[in-house]
């Protein structure tokens, strides 16, 4: 009883310690004064200040690389649809002709909740090893479809396959990640902005070459047909095979561990540290923490009835219940959690509605950009794509900085407002492709943070289902967005207005977030 004693006062004393240690570089922990529950932070306290100790390693640049995979992926499935359902629909004659859209939104939609729910119920290493295989199996089949409503089955199954990425990657990077390299959680947004570029490349090598012409434009041109319009299959294939190299490369090029917060969060505290020290021997780095540490600080209810982390059954309707309950354990946590569920919303309503209403509105106030051929128009399509890297390397450097990351978002979304406004007056194809440059790098200093802040801010052990909603928020609007553009009247000028004006609401929602990451630690 007495060593009991000792091993608990040296246990606190540690605490103490790296507390101190902590406040005085100011790195305490963003949730640390929740008091949800005081032996988790506790012991997130220490893994903490062990990632911090340890430092940045060749572990967390391949991390960066594999996780910014999971990105790129998610927006090359996205954008490939929208990019071949025109050719598609020439050779199938669909009777609704925006089922695509629906379809990869339905399949991201499943995608990011299931992944999400199975990050906090399992852990993160299954749908890291096993979401992009899916993703690319079904994204070469895709190709190979016979008629318009299985090419939408597969294209669904892919993007379900791809769409929990964004609640996988930032949740592991970030979960093995010093504090003072948080920022690089938002320059990693910089991936999808490569995988927009990687579907225009595809679309400019291969539609313009491939395809069949559009006898609404051509009244000479041939029937659509198999043999004559096999450039979006092969955008496909291209799609897929590169997509299944990256879950090869994910699984040979490092042998993922299970995240340290949620072994924690799971009361697996020797597995924890295993981990944790085999990185520290790999790359030569110290690591103070010891199992005897995280038991003194006592022991969680990891397992049983009324834990924070699970309910008694795992795979039940409880659980779920149980990772919700934890995203509103306290009113400051469940503030959080509405407010950024409602910014991804936003984001989802107003973007797509804007490219839906926008082509429309500018031929009916007199804009033209004369007549261009395909290899133009893809062309010009990769240059946007490629603008919207550099998006996120710019939030990056301002998430450093005292600005932070609400008022980063802030910025960004106040400009990409005005952009959007502005964007009403374009006339001519060389203002077109500017104005669209312009957008694609301001929006993405907005969607950039706030991917980051998202997961941030979560409760590590609910940081999947929190994750994954808020994604699930940003796609159900999608949908939405793909119904209203099939009943709506698109050259009405008042959805822009009201588009571009969600952007304004976004940035008071950014500023009035309740936890700024700025010199802390997630926890």
Not at 3 to 16: F, Y
Not at 89 to 99: D, I, M, Q, T, V
Not at 202 to 231: H, Q, R
Not at 296 to 307: D, I, L, Q, V
Request: charged share 15%.
């Amino acid at each position: 009883m007495a060593s009991n004693l000792d091993d608990k006062k040296g246990g606190a004393a540690d605490l103490e310690r790296a507390s101190i240690e902590a406040e005085s570089f100011g790195k305490g922990d963003i949730l640390q004064l929740e008091h949800t529950d005081p032996v988790l932070n506790a012991k997130m306290h220490l893994v903490n200040n062990a990632i911090d100790e340890i430092g940045f390693t060749r572990y967390q640049m391949k991390l960066f690389v594999l996780n910014g995979f999971g990105y790129a992926v998610d927006s090359l499935i996205l954008l490939i649809q929208s990019i071949i359902a025109g050719q598609a629909a020439l050779e199938f004659h669909p009777s609704y002709k925006r089922g695509m859209t629906i379809a990869v939104y339905v399949g991201m939609l499943v995608g990011a909740l299931f992944w999400g729910l199975s990050a906090d119920i399992i852990g993160r290493k299954f749908a890291f090893n096993v979401s992009l295989i899916i993703c690319s199996i079904f994204a070469i089949v895709a190709g190979s479809s016979p008629n318009w409503i299985v090419l939408g089955l597969f294209v669904a199954l892919s993007a379900f396959g791809g769409g929990g990425n964004l609640v996988l990657d930032t949740a592991v990077f970030l979960e093995y990640l010093p504090s003072k390299d948080q920022w690089l959680l938002t320059l990693m947004a910089a991936w999808w902005g490569v995988g927009q570029l990687i579907a225009g490349l595809f679309a400019w090598a291969f539609l313009p070459n491939y395809s069949c012409s559009d006898p609404s434009i051509d009244p000479n041109a041939a029937p659509c047909t198999y043999s004559n319009n096999k450039g979006w299959r092969y955008v496909w294939f291209a799609s897929g095979a590169l997509v299944f190299v990256m879950s090869i490369l994910r699984v040979t090029v490092i042998r993922l561990k299970e995240t340290p917060k949620f072994l924690i969060g799971e009361g697996r505290d020797e597995q924890c540290v295993e981990t944790l020290q085999s990185i520290a021997t790999k790359y030569n780095r110290p690591c103070s923490l010891t199992l005897e540490q995280l038991v003194a600080c006592g022991f969680t209810n990891t397992g049983r009835r009324g834990s924070v982390a699970h309910a008694s059954q795992r795979f039940s309707f409880a659980e779920v219940l149980v990772h919700l309950k934890g995203l509103y354990a306290t009113k400051r946590i469940g503030l959080s959690t509405t407010l950024i569920w409602f910014s991804w919303t936003l984001i989802g309503l107003a973007y797509p509605l804007y490219n839906v209403f926008l082509p429309s509105y500018l031929a009916s106030r007199g804009a033209d950009f004369g007549e261009t051929s395909a290899f133009i128009t893809w062309r010009n399509y990769a240059i946007v794509n490629m603008c919207g890297i550099f998006g996120p390397v710019l939030a990056g450097y301002m998430c450093a900085t005292p600005l932070g990351r609400k008022y980063t978002m802030v910025i960004g979304a106040l400009v990409t407002m005005a952009f959007f406004f502005a964007y009403t007056q374009v006339r001519s194809q060389a203002q077109n492709l500017g104005f669209n440059c312009a957008i694609s790098f301001c929006l993405n200093i907005y969607y950039g943070t706030l991917y980051a802040y998202t997961p941030e801010v979560l409760p590590s052990a609910h940081r999947g289902t929190g994750n994954g909603i808020a994604i699930g928020c940003n796609r159900v609007m999608g949908i939405l967005s793909a119904v209203i553009a099939t009943v709506a009247n698109t050259n009405t000028p008042v959805p822009i207005y009201i588009c571009a004006a969600l952007y304004i609401v976004m940035a008071f929602v950014s500023a009035i977030f309740p936890f700024e990451p700025y010199g802390k630690r997630s926890s």
